[in-house]
C-alpha cells in the first residue's frame, strides 16, 4: 500500500530558486495536509485543504502557496526559496474530519536544503 | 488548542513496558488526547486517542486520568522498533478542522 507518496525525497535549491514540492495519495481522503519541521521541533502546519476545492492557510504560510489539483495530489510551491526555509516537509492526508477526529497518515517527507 | 507536557526524553530496556506521560491541565471537556510517534527520518505515525476512557489498539493503551487532566501512553513490551519521538496531542471535537499542534513530544530511546 503505497500511502501518502511524497516527491522529491531530497533537494537543493539555491537562494531565489522556484521549486514545486509534490504530494499525492491513495487513500481516497478528502483532507490533505502540508507540515514543516525544523531540526529538534515538531511539525508546524503550512497550509491544508479540507476538502477538493478549498485551501486554507496554517501557522506558517507565508513564502509558500499550494495547490489541489485534484482529490489525490496537493502541491506545495516555494516561489522564490529562502534559506529559512530550509526544513523537512511532510504531507499528510486524513478522511474529512468534521469533528470525529479522523487520524493523519504522513508521507515520508521532502528534505529540502537552501542555500 | 490546549497545550500539552511532555518529559524531553526516557529510556527503556527491550521486552519492558513503558509509560510516557503527558500533562494537559488545561484541556476541556471536548479535546480528544491523540498519540502520534515519529521514528528516525520517516513521518509521524498515528498510534491512539481517546476522549475520557482509556483505550487500547494492537500499538498501545491510552490511560487518561479521570480528571482528564494528564494520560499515558502505554508500550506493554518495547521493542527496538519502538524507539521514535512520542507526540502528545489535544484535538478539540469542532476545532479547525484537522489541525494537529506538535511539540517537541518524548524521545524514547530502547536498549537491547
Known amino acids: 500500500n503505497a500511502g501518502v507518496t511524497q516527491t522529491p525525497k531530497f533537494q537543493v535549491l539555491k537562494t531565489g530558486q522556484s521549486m514545486t514540492l509534490q504530494c499525492a495519495q491513495d487513500?481516497?481522503?478528502?483532507?490533505m495536509y502540508w507540515y514543516r519541521q525544523d531540526p529538534g521541533m515538531g511539525l508546524r502546519l503550512i497550509y491544508y485543504?479540507?476538502?477538493?476545492?478549498?485551501?486554507d492557510k496554517g501557522e506558517v504560510p507565508n513564502g509558500y502557496n499550494v495547490s489541489r489539483l485534484n482529490k489525490r495530489e496537493f502541491s506545495l510551491r516555494l516561489e522564490s526559496a529562502a534559506p529559512s526555509q530550509t526544513s523537512v516537509y511532510f504531507c499528510?492526508?486524513?478522511?474529512?474530519?468534521?469533528?470525529?477526529?479522523?487520524?493523519?497518515?504522513f508521507g515520508d517527507g521532502t528534505r529540502l536544503s537552501i542555500l | 488548542d490546549a497545550k500539552t507536557t511532555q518529559p524531553n526524553s526516557m529510556e527503556s530496556n527491550e521486552e519492558e513496558p513503558v509509560h510516557l506521560p503527558c500533562n494537559h491541565s488545561?484541556?476541556?471537556?471536548?479535546?480528544?488526547i491523540h498519540w502520534y510517534r515519529q521514528l528516525p527520518s520517516q513521518g509521524p505515525e498515528y498510534v491512539i486517542h481517546?476522549?475520557?476512557s482509556n483505550v487500547n489498539n494492537r500499538m498501545a493503551s491510552l490511560a487518561i486520568a479521570e480528571d482528564r487532566k494528564s494520560s499515558t501512553l502505554i508500550l506493554h513490551r518495547a521493542t527496538l522498533r519502538d524507539a521514535a519521538v512520542y507526540y502528545c496531542?489535544?484535538?478539540?471535537?469542532?476545532?479547525?478542522?484537522?489541525?494537529?499542534?506538535f511539540g517537541r513530544g518524548t524521545q524514547l530511546t530502547v536498549w537491547p
Open positions: 499528510a492526508s486524513s478522511p474529512l474530519d468534521r469533528g470525529t477526529n479522523q487520524p493523519q497518515h
Open positions: 487513500m481516497n481522503h478528502n483532507s
Open positions: 485543504s479540507a476538502s477538493e476545492g478549498t485551501t
Open positions: 488545561t484541556i476541556s471537556g471536548t479535546d480528544y
Open positions: 481517546g476522549l475520557t
Open positions: 496531542i489535544l484535538r478539540g471535537r469542532g476545532s479547525t478542522l484537522g489541525r494537529l499542534y
